[in-house]
C-alpha cells in the first residue's frame, strides 16, 4: 500500500498536497531485500530547488551497491534510520536521467527542458522520485544518441572510473619524448557497472592496454567486448596469471571489488613507481609497506566526495560528464545497461536490489517510467 507521508501535511494545508506531491521509492527501516518492507511505494512532496540547483522531471534510474549497502540491516532488528528520523523516509537511488523541470535562482548552466544525466549527491535524497532536486555543477547534458534508460545507466559509474584513472592516477595520454612502452592496467572487478566503463576509457581514450579479471565465461565475453586486450580470473592467482601471458608487472591497478582481498596480489604486480586506486573500502588496516621500495602509489577514489564536500572543483563532475556524452555520441564508448525494469516501483526496485546484491550482474540495471 502507498505510504501517504503527505497526511500531516494535508491536515494543515488542504491545497499543498494535489499541486505538489510526486511518487518515491523509500525506507523507514535498514531490512533485508527479502522483507516486503525493504523498500516502499510513497507520497512525497516535491522537492524545491536551492540556488544551484535544478529540480528534473526523473524518467530512468539505475540502481548501484551504494544502494544496496545504504540499504542492508544496519543491525538484525531492522532499527529506525536513526539520522533520518525527524526528516522522513530514506530516498535512494544515485543515478538518473530526466529533464530539467525547474532551475534554481543561480543556475546558469542548464535551462528547463534540457535532458541530463547525473549521479546525485549520497548525503541528500536520492533520484527514486518523480521530481529531485541536484546541484547543477554535478549534471551533465544527456548523450543525444541514447534513451533515458540507457544514459541513467552511466553517471555514477563514469565519473568514478573517469576520476579513479584521470584525477587520482593521473593517466596521461601525452606523448611521452622519451619511448616507452604501453603502459599496462589491471581491472579488478571488469564486467561489473564500473569495469565496464573504465575499460573502455583506458583503451579508447587512454590507449593503454588492459587485463580485466573476470570469473565466467560470459563476463569474460563482455571485458573483451569492451576492449580488454586480456581476460583473468580474479578467484585465481592474479599475478601468476598476468605473468602467464609474458607480461612481467602493470603500471596501474584499479581495485573495484574487495580491497583487503586485492591489496596484495596488487602490490605484487605493480611496476616501479606504478599506481593503485581502489574504490571499496577496507574493513581492516591495510599494509603499504610494500609499496615503499617500488616508489608506487596507493590512492582511493570516492565519486562522492566532490558533491558531498562541495570541493571547490565540484563543476568537474559537470565537465566530464558532458565530455563522456560526447564520447557516447561520437560512437567511442558504448551504453552499459544489459537489464532494464519497468515502471520505478518499490517491487521493480526490490528485484533490482537483489540482482545488484547478488554481486554477478554484467553492466548496469535500469528502470524506467513511473
Ligand atoms: N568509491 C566509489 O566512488 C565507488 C563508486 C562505485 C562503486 N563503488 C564500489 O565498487 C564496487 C564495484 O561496483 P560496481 O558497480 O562495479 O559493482 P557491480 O556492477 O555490482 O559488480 C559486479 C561484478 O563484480 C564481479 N565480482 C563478483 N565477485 C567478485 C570478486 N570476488 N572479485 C572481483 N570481482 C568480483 C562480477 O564479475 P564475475 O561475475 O566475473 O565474477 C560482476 O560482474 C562496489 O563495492 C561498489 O560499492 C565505489
Known amino acids: 500500500m502507498r505510504e501517504s507521508v503527505l497526511q500531516g501535511l494535508i491536515q494543515h494545508f488542504p491545497n499543498y498536497q494535489k499541486a505538489f506531491a510526486m511518487k518515491a521509492v523509500g525506507l523507514k527501516r535498514h531490512l533485508p531485500i527479502t ?11 516535491q522537492p524545491l530547488p536551492g540556488a544551484h540547483d535544478l529540480i528534473v522531471k526523473v524518467e530512468a534510474v539505475s540502481v548501484n551497491p551504494v544502494d544496496t549497502k545504504r540499504r542492508h540491516p544496519k543491525d538484525l532488528s531492522g532499527s529506525e534510520i536513526p539520522e533520518l528520523a525527524s526528516k522522513g523516509p530514506r ?24 535532458r541530463v544525466y547525473y549521479a546525485g549527491d549520497v548525503t541528500r535524497q536520492g533520484t527514486n522520485s518523480e521530481f529531485h532536486a541536484v546541484d547543477e555543477r554535478i549534471v551533465g547534458h544527456m548523450p543525444k544518441s541514447l534513451d533515458f534508460a540507457q544514459a541513467a545507466a552511466l553517471p555514477l559509474t563514469a565519473i568514478t572510473a573517469w576520476e579513479a584513472l584521470f584525477d587520482r592516477l593521473h593517466v596521461s595520454v601525452k606523448i611521452s619524448p622519451e619511448p616507452r612502452p604501453q603502459p599496462v592496467l589491471l581491472v579488478i572487478g571488469g564486467a561489473g557497472g564500473v569495469g565496464s566503463i573504465a575499460i573502455q576509457l583506458a583503451t579508447k581514450v587512454a590507449h593503454l592496454k588492459v587485463i580485466a579479471t573476470a570469473s565466467r565465461p560470459e563476463s569474460a565475453a563482455w571485458c573483451r567486448e569492451l576492449g580488454a586486450h586480456h581476460v ?20 596501474y591497478v584499479l581495485i573495484f571489488n574487495d580491497t583487503d582481498v ?33 616508489c608506487a602509489t596507493f590512492t582511493w577514489e570516492f565519486m ?67
Open 91 to 114: 530516498v535512494l537511488g544515485f543515478d538518473a536521467a530526466g529533464t530539467v523541470h525547474q532551475v534554481g535562482s543561480a543556475v546558469t548552466l542548464f535551462k528547463p527542458g534540457d
Open 304 to 370: 562522492f566526495t566532490r558533491a558531498s564536500k562541495a570541493t571547490w572543483d565540484m563543476i568537474e563532475q559537470h565537465r566530464l560528464l558532458t565530455e563522456v556524452g560526447r564520447l557516447i555520441d561520437q560512437g567511442v564508448i558504448k551504453a552499459t545497461a544489459t537489464t532494464t525494469l519497468e515502471p520505478i516501483n518499490a517491487a521493480n526496485l526490490k528485484k533490482a536490489h537483489a540482482l545488484v546484491e547478488g554481486g554477478r550482474t554484467i553492466g548496469k540495471v535500469v528502470l524506467r517510467g513511473w
Open 35 to 45: 522483507d516486503a518492507d525493504a523498500l516502499l511505494d510513497l507520497d512525497l512532496p
Open 262 to 294: 586485492y591489496l596484495g596480489p596488487a602490490c605484487e604486480i605493480l611496476a616501479p613507481q606504478g599506481g593503485i586506486c581502489s574504490i571499496v573500502r577496507t574493513a581492516k588496516p591495510v599494509n603499504m609497506t610494500p609499496l615503499m621500495e617500488k
Open 232 to 251: 583473468v580470473n580474479h578467484f585465481g592467482n592474479i599475478p601468476e596469471e598476468v605473468r602467464a601471458l609474458g607480461i612481467k608487472n602493470v603500471d
